[in-house]
């Protein structure tokens, strides 16, 4: 039957992915339908219950400063949480948060179930229709047709899932659930460039038959930290503590004498898995000179035994995994609650993508989360954020939008796999982007809020908290900029103390704020008025007082790669003719057919001088 509405934007998947989709294309007013395999397991954890972390965290702050779910959800599901690298610079600190499963999951729900504009169904989608090469809607497994202006397609590891424990395999989406099989097959009838790639878990522990006593145990920081712009530590639930351990050469060695019974070592597996996330097996193969990996035991949730043993992903048989993780300490009686495996799954060469994740090929068919190469929740719901909201642009007859990787994180995750395409699952990190100290995590609502609350993406409540916010930094900025200190005077000695030499002329406490002895909370307090008592609007002053000139000058470098940026390169561009160029060059660009002259540059191999060649073919062509 043909369902009697018809939808702006359809969504496919109730993943990571898929639940940021939904919600930005209905806030931005969109009439969206979410279909998903199964309601409950709507923002399901796949693998490790922990959301955040070194440059996922970016991700995560700009997908909330784009009014997203995925931070409000993990300070109601937060169960431990810690900001990582806290004694380095503020480009790379990065809040982490265990997550507990159940907490999590509720609050997703609960926020999908509560946006105007966005109705849920729950069954498999089997076919896309496609008239010429635009897709209309889909066909579900049932055969219900629903009819839509844009698809986003949001399937994470389900599409064509091979399940992998030791040298048995079965098709499933993740454990527990059904793999997509009809759905990957007619994908590949389109002309997409398809691939395998792999990802693993470890298995489940029950906490009971863990001796902890002598681990070293990990609690949250103090203060409690929170992943929302929005969000309060009274929102957190209990905390509770992860401990640590660690593999050792007996582990190792039953590791290496079981090589030829893992899926991955005897050929059975073809997909290829992530280099950052490896499995226990990967490691010892890999780092044969280590003789003991670290091992975070890290709770499911409050209300459950599980353990989550991080670092021991494994898809050898499970008498193996009993084995080896019997050999750690603390471990000797663990009793296995799950069984580790990996899973094969197809994925989408993002090459064959725009900026805004729309398909090159099927007009209207928007791809994002896992399917495009990534792995890790952050990475999905920054995709999925992207791609539901040019979903809702096209679908209101809008010019698509892509933050620049000057902008944001999101805009290096999108560039890079547009650009460089992925042959294994790519991840995000703070090294992967240039302007590191533009994009902070702690700036993510002054990069992006507003260009959200443009896009329809921010509702009334997060605009009234950003706009205090920023006046709150004008006015405190405005503040220390016009207050003097003067040597000799009582201020003037509360700081002496402090200063490598007494003050010998006056200054502002801007000025004074900028040398490395001194802190905000040293100074602020000499100024005449109120402290700003938002402990977001003190970092901010003192962040962006004590980088400033390191700021000024990345600012610098931006301009003139947005020169760059901003010379298009025809889509028709006859690159045989462009003089000069050699002929891997002109074959990487006719294949990739970059979209400006910044992301030509972008592209390894493609030169200076080659850049310079196609600069004068275009000044000779105009
Ligand atoms: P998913 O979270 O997979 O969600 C896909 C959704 O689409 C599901 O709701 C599914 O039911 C639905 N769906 C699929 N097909 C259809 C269909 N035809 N019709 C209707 N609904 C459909 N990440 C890491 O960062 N590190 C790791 O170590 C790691 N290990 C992993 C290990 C395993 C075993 C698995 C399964 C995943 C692992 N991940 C890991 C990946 C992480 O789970 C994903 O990156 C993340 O969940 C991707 O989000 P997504 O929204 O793209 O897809």
Request: with cysteine; glycine share 8%; charged share 25%.
């Amino acid at each position: 039957m043909d369902y009697p509405t018809r939808f702006d934007v359809l969504v496919i998947g109730g993943g990571h992915a898929g639940t940021e989709a939904a919600l930005a294309a209905a806030r931005m007013g969109c009439k969206t339908l979410l279909l998903t395999h199964n309601v409950e397991t709507l923002g399901q954890m796949s693998c490790n219950p922990a959301i955040g972390g070194i440059g996922k965290s970016h991700l995560v702050r700009e997908v909330d400063a784009l009014g997203g779910a995925m931070a409000r959800a993990t300070d109601r599901g937060g169960i431990q949480f810690r900001v990582l690298n806290a004694r380095k610079g503020p480009a790379v600190r990065a809040t982490r948060a265990q997550a507990d499963r159940v907490l999590y999951k509720a609050a997703i729900r609960h926020i999908l179930e509560n946006q105007p504009n966005l109705q849920i169904f729950q069954q498999a989608v089997d076919d896309l229709i496609v008239q010429g090469d635009q897709v209309k809607g889909v066909v579900t497994q049932s055969g219900i047709r629903f009819y839509a202006t844009s698809v986003v397609l949001t399937a994470g590891t389900f599409l064509g899932g091979l399940i992998h424990i030791g040298l048995q395999n079965h098709a499933g989406g993740r454990a527990g659930d059904p793999p997509s099989i009809a759905l990957a097959q007619r994908l590949r009838e389109l002309p997409l460039r398809v691939g395998r790639l792999k990802t693993g878990t470890p298995p489940r522990i029950d906490a009971r038959s863990i001796d902890f006593s002598g681990m070293e145990a990990q609690p949250s920081d103090d203060p409690i930290p929170v992943m929302s712009f929005l969000g309060q530590p009274e929102e957190h639930p209990e905390q509770v503590s992860c401990y640590i351990t660690h593999t050792n050469e007996r582990t190792h060695e039953i590791i290496r004498n079981n090589l030829d019974r893992s899926p991955m070592y005897s050929g059975v597996i073809e997909g290829i898995g992530p280099r950052y996330c490896p499995s226990i097996e990967d490691k010892i193969h890999r780092f044969a000179d280590k003789n003991s990996h670290q091992v975070f035991l890290e709770p499911e949730g409050l209300t459950t035994h599980e353990i989550y043993p991080n670092g021991i992903s494994t898809s050898l048989p499970f008498d193996v995994q009993l084995d080896l993780v019997r050999s750690i300490r603390g471990m000797e009686q663990a009793h296995i609650t799950r069984p580790g495996y990996a899973i094969e799954y197809d994925y989408f060469n993002p090459q064959d993508l725009q900026p805004t994740l729309e398909t090159k090929v099927i007009h209207n068919l928007f791809f994002a989360g896992q399917i495009n190469g990534t792995t890790g929740y952050e990475e999905a719901a920054a995709q999925g954020l992207l791609a539901g909201l040019n979903a809702g642009l096209r679908a209101q007859e809008k010019e698509g939008w892509c933050p620049r990787r000057d902008e944001a994180y999101i805009g290096v995750l999108v560039d890079d796999l547009i650009t460089l395409g992925t042959s294994e699952p790519y991840r995000m990190f703070t090294s992967r982007a240039e302007y590191r100290l533009l994009l902070r995590e702690d700036n993510a609502d002054l990069r992006l809020t507003e260009k959200g609350r443009e896009l329809g993406l921010v509702d009334d409540q997060r605009w009234a908290a950003f706009e205090a916010k920023r006046e709150g930094i004008e006015r405190e900025m405005a503040r220390l900029k016009d207050t003097f200190v003067h040597p000799g005077t009582a201020s003037a000695e509360t700081l002496n103390d402090k200063l490598s030499q007494p003050l010998s002329r006056e200054q502002t406490l801007l000025d004074l704020l900028r040398r490395p002895e001194l802190e905000y909370w040293d100074l602020a307090h000499l100024a005449p008025g109120e402290l700003p008592n938002d402990p977001q609007v003190q970092e901010q002053v003192q962040i962006q007082t004590k980088y400033a000139g390191y700021i000024e000058r990345q600012a610098q470098d931006i301009e003139r790669v947005r020169r760059q940026e901003e010379t298009l390169l025809p889509a028709n561009l006859d690159y045989s003719r462009v003089d000069g160029l050699s002929n891997e060059i002109r074959n990487k660009l006719s294949g990739i057919r970059p979209a400006t002259l910044a992301q030509a540059s972008r592209i390894p191999g493609v030169t200076p001088a080659a850049i310079s060649m196609l600069l004068i073919h275009l000044k000779k062509r105009d």
